[in-house]
C-alpha cells in the first residue's frame, strides 16, 4: 500500500483506480475492525493483565495501587488447598457430567431424528422440521422459566411421573449426585455411608467420592433442557448433509443388495462424518459455556451442584468481587475449551484419513 | 433412546413380502419402505413433537391459568377457568413495558447495525482488493471461534474502562457487529458473478455505488437471513446485558425475566406471571420463525459452514 499511496499523492488528483479500491476496502471494514477491536482485543488483553492483579473493582484496574499478584490466581486453582480450588473443581466436575451427558445425547437425537424425517415420506415432514427445530430459535431466558415450572414439586414432571406411580424428586433441591444413586440402586455402595477408601482423599481437594457423583438430580434437569432446545439445530445440519446424498448413491446400493442397516453403516454414516465432525465440535464448545439456564434456574445449588465454571467467573468476579480469580478462571475455561477442540480435531482427523467410501462386502460379492 | 433406523421393524412376518435383498424391487414407493416401518418412524415423529411442543403447550396454558388451577394441573392443556390476571400483574405488577421497549429499541438498532456493517466488511473481504484483507479474513474466523462466555469479564471491563458501563451505548455497541455475520455476506458476495459489477463500474459508478445500488439487491436472502439471526439473537441475548448494565431502567426483557425469576423482586411462586413474561419473551421470534423460517434453517446451517 505505501507504494500506491504515495504514487497516488504524486499524482494528487487522478487517484489510480486500484488506490481507490483499497481506500474503500479499509474503509469498508473499518467499523467492523474498530469494534470487534474494541469491544474484543482490547478487552482480552485487559482481562489478562487483571488476571493478574487482585482488583476488587473500585476504580480503574490499571492505576499503581492495584495490588500485582502475579500468576497466582491461577495457581490458588489448582494447588492451594482451599475453597476457591474448592468451588473450581467443583464447577469442572459439574460440569464435566453435564457434557458427557449432553454432546452424546443430543448428537445420536438429532441424527435420530434428521434420519426418520429425510427417509419419511410421510405428509408432514415439514411439520415435523418445524417442531424439532423450534426450541432452538428461542430465548434461554424463556424457556428456562418453562423448565423452572415443569420441574417444581408440584409441577408437570411430577404429575406425569405420579401418573405412571412415580414418585418424583424435588428436583432443583435435590443435590443427590445420579451416579451416587445409581451405585446405591445396583447395591454397589451405600450413598449414606460410602467407603472410607473413596471419602479419604482424591485430586485437586475433592475426594474420590466427590469425583464420581455424576450429575446431581437439580443438574438433570438443565441437562435435559439444554438437550431439548439444541438437539433442533444439530438435526438441521445432519438433514443438510442428508440431502446432499447422491440418490443414485442410495439407489446403487440397494441394487446391489444393501440392507436398510447395511446402507447406513457403510453409505449414509461415512457421507454424515463432516458434520457429525462438526456437531460433536460444536456441542462440546456450547456445552463448556452453560450460563444462561445456570443462572436462571439455580444459581450454583442446590451445594454447588450446578455450579459450571462460566457461571463460577461471573459468581466470583461480580458478586464477590474478585475479578483477578474470576478472570483467571474465564482463561482456564477458554484453554479447556481449545485443547478439548484440537485434541478432538485431531482424533476425527486421524480417522478421516481412511478413504471415506470404502466398498463395503456386499458390493464386492459381484 | 432414538434409533429410529432400527433395522427389526423392517421386518415383519406378517407381510407378504420379507425385506428380502434386492429391496429395490420391491414395490413402487422409493426406497420401498414396509409399511409397519412407516408406521414405526411416524410413531417416532409424533412421539418426539409432543416431547419438543408440549412445554409450550404448558407455558401457553399455564399462563393463562389462576395459581391455584397451575399449581393443582400444570399438566392440562385447558386453563379452567381462564383468567388473564398474569398477564394483568405483568404488565402492571412489573416493569414489563420498559423492559419491552429496552428490548425492541435494542434489537432494531443492532440488527439494522449489524446488516449494513456486515455487509459493507464482508463485501470487502469478498471483492475489494487491499493490502492486510487475508489477515483480516482471518482474524475474523478466529474471532468466530472465541467462546463468548470468556469475554463476561473482558467486556465489563472495557466498559467500566471507558466510563460507558450502565448505559445503552454499553447494550448496543459492543454487539453491534459480529463476525459470524461479516462470513455469511463474504461467502455469499463471492457467490455473485463478477461480471455485474465490471458492467457498473465502465458505467464509471464508484465503490460504494456499486455495492449499494448493484450488489446488495442482488444480496436479498443472505439480508434477509442475517436479518433474522440478528434480531433473534439479539432479542434473545442475556449475558451481554449482566456485564453491560446494572440499573432497572437499562434492563431488556430477557434481563428483566431473570430477575423476576431470580426472586430479587420477591413474586415467589406466581406461576402464570412469570409464565406470561415468558411467553412474551418468546412470541416475537416465534411469529419471525414461522412466516421466515426457511431463511432461519439456512442460517443454522450457514452457522455450520464456519467449522
New interface residues.
Given amino acids: 500500500?505505501p507504494d500506491t499511496t504515495t504514487r497516488a499523492v504524486r499524482r494528487r488528483f487522478r487517484p489510480t483506480a486500484?488506490t481507490?479500491?483499497?481506500?474503500?476496502?479499509?474503509l469498508?471494514?473499518a467499523?467492523?475492525?474498530t469494534?470487534?477491536g474494541?469491544?474484543?482485543l482490547?478487552?482480552?488483553l485487559?482481562?489478562l493483565w487483571?488476571s493478574l492483579t487482585d482488583w476488587n473493582g473500585q476504580g480503574?484496574?490499571?492505576l499503581a495501587g492495584v495490588p500485582y499478584v502475579g500468576l497466582r490466581n491461577y495457581t490458588r486453582l489448582f494447588t492451594e488447598d482451599n475453597l476457591a480450588r474448592q468451588d473450581f473443581m467443583t464447577s469442572i466436575r459439574n460440569n464435566f457430567y453435564y457434557v458427557v451427558i449432553v454432546v452424546p445425547?443430543q448428537t445420536?437425537?438429532a441424527?435420530?431424528?434428521a434420519?426418520?424425517?429425510n427417509?419419511?415420506?410421510?405428509r408432514?415432514r415439514t411439520?415435523?422440521?418445524?417442531?424439532?427445530?423450534?426450541?432452538?430459535?428461542?430465548?434461554?431466558?424463556?424457556?428456562?422459566?418453562?423448565?423452572?415450572?415443569?420441574f417444581?414439586n408440584?409441577?408437570?414432571a411430577n404429575?406425569?411421573l405420579a401418573l405412571l406411580g412415580v414418585d418424583g424428586p424435588q428436583w432443583f433441591a435435590d443435590p443427590r449426585g445420579v451416579l451416587h444413586l445409581l451405585l446405591g440402586r445396583i447395591g454397589l455402595v451405600d450413598p449414606e455411608a460410602p467407603p472410607a477408601a473413596l471419602t479419604g482423599g482424591g485430586p485437586f481437594g475433592l475426594s474420590w467420592w466427590e469425583w464420581l457423583s455424576g450429575p446431581s438430580v437439580a443438574m438433570a434437569t438443565i441437562i435435559m433442557l439444554v438437550i431439548?432446545t439444541t438437539s433442533?439445530?444439530f438435526m438441521?445440519?445432519f438433514l443438510?448433509a442428508l440431502q446432499d446424498i447422491p440418490v443414485a448413491l442410495e439407489?446403487a446400493s440397494?441394487?446391489d443388495?444393501a440392507?436398510?442397516?447395511q446402507r447406513?453403516r457403510h453409505v449414509t454414516l461415512p457421507v454424515l462424518r463432516p458434520?457429525l465432525f462438526?456437531v460433536l465440535?460444536?456441542g462440546l464448545?456450547a456445552t463448556?459455556?452453560v450460563?444462561?439456564q445456570v443462572?436462571?434456574m439455580s444459581?450454583g445449588n442446590p451445594a454447588k451442584t450446578t455450579l459450571t465454571p462460566?457461571y463460577l467467573?461471573?459468581q466470583t468476579?461480580?458478586r464477590d468481587f474478585e475479578?483477578g480469580t474470576?478472570?483467571a478462571i474465564?482463561?482456564v475455561?477458554?484453554l479447556i475449551?481449545v485443547i478439548l477442540a484440537l485434541v478432538q480435531r485431531r482424533v476425527m482427523h486421524g480417522r478421516a484419513d481412511r478413504p471415506r467410501l470404502r466398498r463395503p462386502a456386499w458390493t464386492r460379492r459381484s | 433412546?432414538?434409533?429410529?433406523?432400527d433395522?427389526n421393524a423392517?421386518s415383519p412376518a406378517s407381510l407378504p413380502r420379507g425385506?428380502a435383498?434386492?429391496?429395490?424391487s420391491r414395490g413402487s414407493?422409493?426406497?420401498?419402505?414396509s409399511l409397519t416401518s412407516?408406521f414405526a418412524?411416524?410413531a417416532?415423529?409424533v412421539f418426539?413433537?409432543l416431547?419438543?411442543?408440549y412445554?409450550?403447550v404448558?407455558?401457553i396454558a399455564?399462563s393463562l391459568k389462576t395459581e391455584p388451577d397451575?399449581?393443582?394441573?400444570?399438566?392440562s392443556p385447558l386453563p379452567d377457568p381462564i383468567s388473564f390476571g398474569g398477564y394483568e400483574r405483568v404488565f402492571l405488577g412489573t416493569d414489563m413495558p420498559l423492559w419491552l421497549g429496552n428490548s425492541l429499541l435494542v434489537t432494531v438498532i443492532v440488527t439494522v447495525g449489524r446488516v449494513f456493517?456486515?455487509s459493507?466488511?464482508g463485501?470487502?473481504?469478498a471483492r475489494?482488493?487491499?493490502?492486510g484483507?487475508r489477515a483480516?479474513f482471518s482474524?475474523v474466523i478466529a474471532?468466530m471461534a472465541?467462546?463468548?462466555?470468556?469475554?463476561?469479564?473482558?467486556?465489563?471491563?472495557?466498559l467500566?474502562?471507558f466510563g460507558l458501563y450502565d448505559s445503552y451505548t454499553a447494550l448496543i455497541?459492543?454487539v453491534?457487529?459480529d463476525?459470524t455475520g461479516?462470513f455469511i455476506m463474504k461467502q455469499f458476495f463471492e457467490s455473485i458473478p463478477v461480471s455485474v459489477e465490471e458492467a457498473a463500474r465502465i458505467d464509471g459508478a464508484?465503490?460504494?455505488r456499486i455495492?449499494w445500488s448493484v450488489v446488495l439487491p442482488m444480496a436479498r436472502p443472505a439480508l434477509i437471513t442475517l436479518t433474522i439471526i440478528s434480531f433473534?439473537g439479539t432479542?434473545?441475548e442475556?449475558?451481554h446485558t449482566?456485564?453491560a448494565v446494572q440499573s432497572p431502567d437499562l434492563f431488556t426483557?430477557?434481563r428483566g425475566?431473570?430477575d423476576l425469576?431470580?426472586g430479587s423482586l420477591g413474586m415467589g411462586?406466581r406461576?402464570p406471571l412469570?409464565?406470561g413474561?415468558?411467553?412474551l419473551?418468546?412470541i416475537p421470534?416465534?411469529i419471525i420463525?414461522v412466516i421466515f423460517?426457511r431463511y432461519?434453517?439456512r442460517g443454522?446451517?450457514e452457522g455450520?459452514e464456519k467449522?
Avoid: C
Fill in positions: 500500500m486500484a481507490r479500491e483499497a481506500v474503500a476496502g479499509w469498508f471494514v467499523p467492523v475492525v469494534i470487534l474494541l469491544f474484543l482490547v478487552p482480552i485487559m482481562a487483571v480503574s484496574p490499571f445425547v445420536v437425537l441424527l435420530g431424528l434420519l426418520i424425517v427417509g419419511t415420506r410421510l408432514g411439520f415435523f422440521r418445524t417442531a424439532f427445530f423450534f426450541p432452538s430459535v428461542t430465548s434461554s431466558v424463556a424457556m428456562s422459566v418453562v423448565f423452572l415450572f415443569i417444581a408440584s409441577g408437570a404429575h406425569l431439548w433442533g439445530t438441521l445440519m443438510a439407489e440397494m441394487i443388495g440392507g436398510r442397516w447406513l458434520t462438526l465440535t460444536l464448545i463448556w459455556q450460563f444462561d443462572y436462571v444459581q462460566a467467573s461471573y468476579a461480580f475479578y474470576g478472570t474465564s482463561f475455561l477458554f475449551i | 433412546m432414538a434409533r429410529p433406523t433395522p423392517a425385506p435383498p434386492g429391496a429395490g414407493t422409493p426406497g420401498g419402505r412407516t418412524g411416524y417416532v415423529l418426539f413433537s416431547l419438543f411442543l412445554p409450550f404448558i407455558q399455564n397451575a399449581t393443582a394441573n400444570p399438566l456493517l456486515d459493507l466488511a463485501y470487502a473481504l475489494l482488493r487491499f493490502r484483507r483480516l482474524a474471532v472465541v467462546p463468548g462466555v470468556v469475554l463476561f469479564i473482558p467486556k465489563f471491563l472495557v467500566n474502562q455497541l459492543p453491534l457487529v463476525a461479516v464508484g465503490v460504494f455495492f433473534q432479542w434473545n442475556f449475558p449482566l456485564v426483557l430477557p425475566l431473570a425469576v431470580t411462586t406461576y412469570k409464565l413474561a415468558a411467553v419473551a418468546t421470534v416465534a420463525f423460517q432461519f434453517i443454522a446451517n455450520a467449522g
